[in-house]
Structure formats: C-alpha cells, structure tokens
C-alpha cells in the first residue's frame, strides 16, 4: 500500500483497563506518530467500568431509559481518552481527546444500539495539521438534536473502523488481547492456530457467530469502505491478522486457500419454537414482524411443514432475549391459532466457514458425518456460501470444535 | 413573592452521595414538580467521584493537562444527572438530563477555573414546556469552539444560580448537607445559631471567608441578577436560610438588625511577605500583577513604611497556591532589589461580618479588645464596611472564634 500517512489505532477495555495499561498504550500511540504517521486513537472504557455503571443505573431501575443509559455509558469512554491525551502530553506528545460527540459522530437516534449515519470529520482534520494525535472515545455518538447516544456494547471497533473510513485512513489496527484471528478459540483447541489473513467475508461470519475478536458491524463497515483492517495484540509485538478484501487476492494466493479457514461458535443464543402454525401464508411474516419490531435479532430460521398442515418454526435469539421473545410469542401463537411454544437455552452454535467452500460441495456431509462420528444430534442447520451453521446441546460444545478442528486439519496451517 | 412557577433547586455531592441518596433526591424533586412548580434541577458529582478521577489523573501527571482534567472531571456530573433521571421515571415522573454543554452553558476559555459567559436556555425550556423536570449538570459548560470546560470545584451552585438567572426562576434553592446559614460553624462552637435570613452582602463576606456552605461565585451571582436564594437541607425539613436583597428589609427589620450577623474563617490561607522592598512609586502593581498574571487570588494585602525608606509588602494567598506564589515572589524580589521573601503557611484568618456595623463606629475596638484579653496577637487587619478580618496563629482559631461569639452575643439569635 505505499507510504502510510495516516493510521486509526482502537484499543479496547482491557488495553486500557489501569494506568499503567493506558502509559503502555502512550508508548505505542508515541511511537507510531515518531515512525512519521499521523495517527487517530479510538478508546472503549477502562474495563470493568461499563459493568459499574450498569450496576449502579440498576439499583435504580432494572430497565432504564435508554436515553439516560447512553448518558452514563458514554461517561466509561470519556474518562479513558483524557487519561491517555493526558499521557501523551505527558510524553511530550501533542495529543487532544474528543468525545464521540465533539470528534462529530451523528447517529440515528436508537439510544443503546444506535448507527453512524455521518461524520463530520473537520474538526478532527484539524487537530492532525497542527501535528497533534486524536483520541476519540468509541462507542458513542450525538443525534442530530444533541442527545448522546451509544453504539451498544463493543461499538468501539465500529467508531474506528467508520473514522478511518471519513478521514480515507491507510489501514485501521484494532488492538485487543489476542494477537490475530485463530482457526478457532485457543482455550477450547490448543492447537488453534493464528491466520495471517482473512477475507472480509469470512470475518463476518466469524464476527456474527460469536468468535469476540471483532465487532460484527465493524467488519461490514470496514468491507464495505473498503478500509484495511488489521487485528493485532496491545500486550505482545506482532503482525497480528490482516482482513484483506476478497478481490485483493491473486489468482496464486486464491489457489492456496485452504476450504475452511476456521470453526466460530456462539454459546450466547437461545432457541425458541412455535409449533402447530396454520400453514397459510404470511405467517412468518405474522411470527417475525412483532420480533423484530421489539429491537430483537434473530440469528437461524428453520421452518418445516408437518404431515397436518400445520407447520413448526424454530429460530434463534441472543440468550438475554430469550424471555422477552417468548413472552411477545405467547402473544402471537394466542393470534395465529398455535398450539404451543417451546424454547430451549441450553443449546449452542457452531459453524465452519472459509470461501474455499464455494468451489468444494461436499463439505457440509464432512461436516455432519464428523459430528455423527462422535454422536452429536444436530437440532438445527443453516448454511451460506461460506459457511455452515449447526445447532447442537450445549453439552458437545467443545467436543464438536475439537473434531471438526481436527478433521479439516486446522492445526496444520 | 406570590405563586412561584419556576424553582432551580441544587444538590451537592454528598446530597446524591449514593444511589439511597439519589433516590431521595428524586423524592424530593417529584413532590416539588407534583405541588405544581416546574422544576430544572443542578447536581454535583457523587462525594468521592471527583477525587477518584483526580487520582487516576495524577497516577499519570502531577500537573495535567488542565484542557483533559476537564474532560476527565466532568464525566463525574454526567453520571449523577443520567442516575436522577432514570430515578425520576422510574417514579413517573417525566425528567431528561442535560450535560452543561447540553444545556447551553457557555464559558470563556480558562481550563479548570472556567467562567459562564452566556446560556443558551432554549432547550431547557423546551423540555420544561414539555412537562419535564430537566437535570442539569453542574460544575461545567462549553466553549464557544467545543471544549469541555469546569467552573472550578463547588462550581454547581454557580450553575444553579446563573440557571436561575437565565431562567428568571422565583428561587434558587441551594440543597446541601447543613440546615442554613450558621452565625459560625457549629463543630467550632456548639452554641451556634442558624440565621433566618441574611443579606446578600453579608453571605458575600461569609463565604469569601472561608464559611464553606455556598461558592462565593453563585452568591455574587444572585446578587447580580437578583435571584433569591435559599440554603437548606437535603437531610432533613426546615425552612433553611433565605439570602436576600439587602432593599428587601423595611426600616422595621432594619431597625432590628443586630450589629455582627456572624464569624467567619478561613483555615485555607497562608501569608507571604517581601521585606525591604524601596519605597518607589508603582511597586505593589510590580509585586502584585506577575501574581495575578499566574492566576492566583490574592486576598489580604498590607504594606507598611519603615523608617529606612522601604516598605514590608504582605498578602495572603490559598494555601495551595503558596509554593507557585513563593517562586513568582523571588524572582520579583531580585527586580526589585527587595531584601527577602518570608512566609507563613500557619496562619488563619477570622472575621466578623454584619450589615448593622455600617452604624456602629466601635465594633472595630470591641473585636481586638475581645482578642487581646484572651492573648491572642493579631497579625494582619483587613476591614471592610460590614466585616472586619485579622490574621492571627492557626492555633488560636477555635478560642479566638469562640471569645468572638460569646462576646458579641450570638448564641442569643
């Protein structure tokens, strides 16, 4: 890519989570700006703040305003960008800390979850000339009319990979406590191995099925503006993992790819089912509509109609949703005519991915034979060009990653 | 004053100490609102928050940044308006929380010691047009270019004052931790009254003395824009102390005034001397305006002429300001050809304050009489049209403040 001329650096809770951490981030920061680049720094909240706070907006009210939420939240991540401007300038280098909403960051106005609509980059353009670098609290932003708002949890990635995207930043460096992406969580494989690069698609997945390294919407972000993403440790020296763009493989890097790049699971959802559905139409629109007017994602869907004309359908939610789900379920099996619902929470995700699978059919059977050999029933299937998803009990978590890390020789790369 | 439509009411830092306490300010809040009134209300950061965030800063840099102290400090405001807020609706009662950006508080550009220039109050009264009680952060605002500014510790009651200003509310009710005005501290001297009323003037002496119950900076305030104030408890129900103007008194209550309405010290203080300085014309504006140049307040200031054609130049200073004034001091002497720099950091200043002195030539007397019989040696005399101020040894602070209150009779209001 040439000479890089500016870099946004994002280091997150645990990287900032005590003085000391937040000098040794100075040093790096410090160092950076000294090779010659310009330099942008994106902060989370020193860890373990959010989780105070939280607990004290719940002694006052279990569900709070969101709108009040997002103005103590926001309070974690100031904190921590005047500390570091603090240590920089301690360091003799020119630094100066914006809050999400000085450094221009408008949102739409969902207060906990909101989106970045558009960032008006000038003032933070302005601070570079004069030489200095720019700490940015993460996760938060304004509306139009001035209320704070927050990402939600982790949208820290997401603020940095958005501002290298306004200021056409050379490459956005996520620091976090691993030092890459792996083939898959090292605590449950300790053969895991890390990747050198990833392509954008196969980060997604990664993201969207719990593997914690990187913010999801971060990852679309970043495809999306094209931005380069590189994911590397705040604690040891290293190139970390580069999220390149598909097209920017060669013919000869492509030939290379192995079909599966890593194994992600989720142990944070939940499933739920409405049996007995009329099968008429428009009646997962009638089940799915009032879900997602709540604010609630849902992750699988599997529908299958019966020999009695009525069908089940079953999908998944995050396991804090659970109940909130159900309830609103109740509420339509009550409109629609279903006999009843059931939910499940001991269960988990796991999912191969890797856009060599495009080009190989047979990985999905490898895959279930794989877990057939070692007895593990498979409740539930979805698949994507590069990925496959199964749901399984809980219980086989490990057992499953283990296997499948071994049978598409993970270990090996 | 007739119906009142509009109350600023201000809880200091041990009054929102807590979330117990916090949700007894919004008892508090909801019953004010549920009598009719509306309600904009100024909080202070929870006791202790502010300390903890000068650590973390000070673990980093002794002498921050005062541009990031700023940003840092402020974040203790935003926590209690978001916590009051979510108490409020939590009890039903509409409320939103503003930071002092938010609000429209617009300061100059002094980091750390900010001044409010203006207020922008049309969202505050949007939002109170709207029903709601609005929750102001205090101790804060905005430049005109962005920054985050604080007012200075103890700054909220000056939020108050001046959003009561702005507002044209009917009273500005200062919650605090003690019941009203004192004619002394009651830990000093036990048989201490508390004051019904007082005058502007005399709360102006009061405080600037070191009685710590309001900032001095909200009393001058009020007595501007001629907004009534009220100090009173959050602990506990009473009537507190109203702070009026002094053309509020009809002759009757005039006539009723006592003499001295109370005694006044100040522990914070320490004395500076430049000895030998030549007696030449413009040398207290040499000494004093490098002084004021660093921005350190000076108070007392005394010079005499000797018989050998110089001059001892004396002035008290906050004593955390001692070390820096000492410094500056040296290097003025060396100007100046001035023999020596002495200083006293043991040293308190006690005063007797009372509009009914303006008609009693002898009070003066009476004060030092009062000190000499019980052997104490008054260092330095400041007078004033309602107050008369010595410096004496900190050791005979509580002796002296006593003697002073039995002798004019304090303990019989």
């Known amino acids: 890519m040439g000479i890089m001329a500016l870099v946004v650096q994002k280091y997150g809770g645990t990287s900032v989570g005590s003085v000391e951490r937040i000098l040794a981030v100075a040093e790096k920061v410090h160092a950076t700006k000294s090779s010659g680049l310009d330099v942008v720094v994106v902060v989370s909240a020193m860890s ?34 005047a500390l570091l401007a603090m240590a920089l300038e301690k360091r003799g280098c020119a630094a100066v800390s914006l809050t999400g909403p000085q450094a221009g960051i408008l949102t739409d106005e969902i207060h906990g979850k909101a989106r970045i609509q558009e960032i008006d980059s000038d003032k933070i353009r302005t601070h570079l000339k004069h030489g200095k670098v720019v700490i940015v609290a993460g996760f938060q932003g304004m509306t139009q009319s001035g209320h704070i708002t927050t990402l939600g949890r982790g949208g820290s990635d997401t603020t940095a990979v958005a501002l290298a995207a306004a200021l056409q930043a050379d490459e956005c460096q996520i620091y976090t406590d691993v030092d890459g992406v792996y083939t898959t969580d090292p605590r449950v494989v300790d053969t895991a191995s890390r990747l050198e690069t990833i392509t954008f698609e196969e980060m997604l997945e990664m993201s969207s099925l719990g593997s914690k390294v990187l913010q999801i919407r971060s990852v679309e972000f970043a495809g999306k503006y094209r931005v380069p993403l590189r994911v590397l440790s705040s604690f040891k020296e290293g190139p970390g993992t580069l999220i390149k763009l598909d097209d920017d493989e060669t013919e000869g890097e492509s030939m290379e790819q192995p079909v599966i790049s890593g194994i992600a699971f989720n142990r944070d959802e939940a499933k739920l089912t409405l049996r007995g559905v009329p099968d008429i139409p428009g009646a997962a629109h009638k089940i799915l509509g009032p879900i997602g007017d709540a604010n609630i994602l849902v992750d699988m869907i599997v529908q299958n109609i019966g020999a009695d004309q009525t069908t089940d359908f079953t999908f998944t939610v995050n396991r804090a949703e659970f109940d909130k789900t159900k309830a609103i379920l109740h509420e339509i099996a009550e409109e629609l005519g279903a ?75």
Chains 1, 2 share one sequence.
């Open 48 to 81: 373990g703040e959010t989780n105070r706070l939280l607990a004290l907006a719940n002694e006052i009210d279990k569900d709070p305003s969101l709108r009040e939420q997002d103005v103590l939240l926001s309070t974690g991540e100031q904190v921590t960008i």
């Open 339 to 413: 006999a009843e619902v059931v939910g499940d929470t001991k269960i988990v995700k796991v999912s191969i991915v890797g856009v060599g699978m495009r080009s190989h059919a047979a990985v999905a059977s490898e895959m279930f034979k794989a877990l057939a050999d070692d007895g593990i029933n498979i409740q539930m299937i979805s698949t994507s060009e590069i990925k496959i998803s199964v749901v399984i009990d809980e219980r086989y978590l490990e057992l499953a990653v283990r296997s499948l890390h071994d049978h598409f020789q993970l270990d090996k790369r």
